[in-house]
């Protein structure tokens, strides 16, 4: 089935972010046999280092800037 890396999210210790577009699963998946499958297309993952910002990282970054009160009534008297 389809299998999708993000090339920047690679770790030499074998991590990185993998998708599957299979259809039972359509989420994140971990790979067991990810540096035998990158080997496949010539790349070896120890050779390779993390450049780029996982999901979870992005989701973590924006949640931690957004402002809420832009999107609340925060602060605001709210009529019945």
Request: proline residues 5%; negative net charge; glycine residues 4%.
């Amino acid at each position: 089935y389809p299998l999708c890396v993000k090339l920047g999210t690679i770790t030499p210790d074998g991590d990185a972010e993998v998708y599957s577009y299979d259809a039972s699963e359509d989420a994140m998946v971990r790979d067991p046999y990810l540096a035998k499958h990158l080997a496949h297309f010539g790349l070896d993952i120890k050779k390779l280092k993390k450049t780029d910002k996982t999901l979870i990282e992005m989701e973590v970054d924006f949640n931690m800037k957004h402002v809420f009160s832009a999107v609340t009534e925060d602060g605001k008297q709210l009529k019945p």
